[in-house]
């Protein structure tokens, strides 16, 4: 059994910046945290890992300085690591890095069939969900999103069961390996170090390849060259400056209240109440 995490080392949420010019996120003097919705699927490899064996790989594309993300998940208990960065990386869309983590996917696959990939929903600093299910795409894999809970898995008849968080409720869906899974945040609780795993992450030799390594031929696919997205303004949201307003109503009954909301709304918004008449009508 052969489980790849990705991970992505994200500025703390609290703290990004973004460059005036390029619209890209500036890293260098921002604090450094694993994006914490990629630690749920980690645990989820990990207890896979404890209940069927294997092996965990953990991989992320990102500069140097993402070193210490994947120190952190071998000290949680994963088995490999392996860096992906390049400069010619830099500035990638989610179709550009999809593009770049399925091809290094590939590559770990020719040493160890790869029979799972598990990914956070989303990230904090892009939000876009997009990455996890583009690498399914890309390698021809069965897409599980939103997974609340994996039910069972059987190595025998290569089947996986899992609860998927919809709006109309929760599915059970089934499906073959290999498949990539996207957990839901909440899902488990993240492990404690082991003082051996510690020591171990910070004697392990980190595989580090560059786009050469991670099999990557086409430069237009990577990098900004192969980023479509494009970044038109970033700005701030600005604080609103009106006060809330204070509505009296002659009891507390709900019946008053309703009704003296909604006399407040007309008065203010007269198109609200032309179109509600309109609509009874």
Known sequence: MHIVVCIKQVPDSAQIRVHPVTNTIMRQGVPAIVNPYDLFSLEEALRLKDIHGGRVTVITMGPPQAEAALRKCISFGADEAILV????FAGA??????YA??????QIAKDQAVDMV?????TIDGDTAQVGPGIAKRMDMQLLTYVSQVDSLDITSRTVQVQRRAEGGVQVLTTRLPCLVTM?????EMRFATM???FRAARYQLKVWDRVAAGIEDVSKIGLKGSPTVVSKVFAPQAKTQRAEIIDSESGEPRDLALTLISKLFTQHPAMSEAVVKQSA
């Open 85 to 88: 960065t390049d400069r010619a």
């Open 93 to 98: 869309d989610t179709l550009a890095t999809s």
């Open 101 to 106: 983590l399925a091809t290094a996917i590939a």
């Open 118 to 122: 598990f990914c956070g929903k989303q």
């Open 184 to 188: 839901l945040e909440g899902t488990n």
């Open 196 to 198: 051996d795993n510690m």
